[in-house]
């Protein structure tokens, strides 16, 4: 069965990085882009952007540019969320989410990652 | 961008009543050539992630139970659940994929009145 399994909560200083993954299973992960998603705290779902599997090109929505990076390692199926010099508005629940190529909904979520940032 | 807004932002519904949810987009999200509109609608639980009901604004996911259907075109969109379980308790999500970025709506939570 499909499945996204996501790396565990953080919790990092301001100024940190930190890197999420989520790993695929269940089906071929080239067949899908990956799209990421940010829940602020009690907030609703934004759309962070989405990378392409096939050619790991991404595409980043406006207000996620510069420090925030999406990466793939395919050998393992896994994408990667990285996020560098943390504030405490990065604090947030982070989900990655499959698309079926060229039809931009996501049909299967990652449990989340939460990222908690603190001095 | 193309903005989208949901109404109510919460809904309070008896048992095996009707809830309705709507959602619009500040800009028609229909595609001429297909005559699609490329609008999803989510429920998230508590804690939980979110989870697609519908797609192209009106087909069910697989698995989905029939007492969800989406109703819509262009701009204004529905998403209405028939007869309100328990379990339907949840914040529902409307999303756009018609242009990047593919934005969400703010949410309505349901509730059992």
Redesign the interface.
Known sequence: QVQLVQSGSELKKPGASVKVSCKASGYTFISHTVNWVRQAPGQGLEWMGWINTNTGNPTYAQGFTGRFVFSLDTSVSTAYLQISSLTAEDTAVYYCARCPTAQNFPDYWGQGTLVTVSS | ?IVMTQSPDSLAVSLGERATINCKSSQSVLYSSNNKS?L?W?Q?KPGQ????LI?WASTR?SGVPDRFSGSGSGTDFTLTISSLQAEDVA?Y?C?Q?YG????????TKVDIK
């Open positions: 961008d490329f999803a989510f998230q992630p979110p989870k697609l797609y996911e914040v999500y999303q994929y990047s970025p593919f934005t969400f709506g703010p949410g």
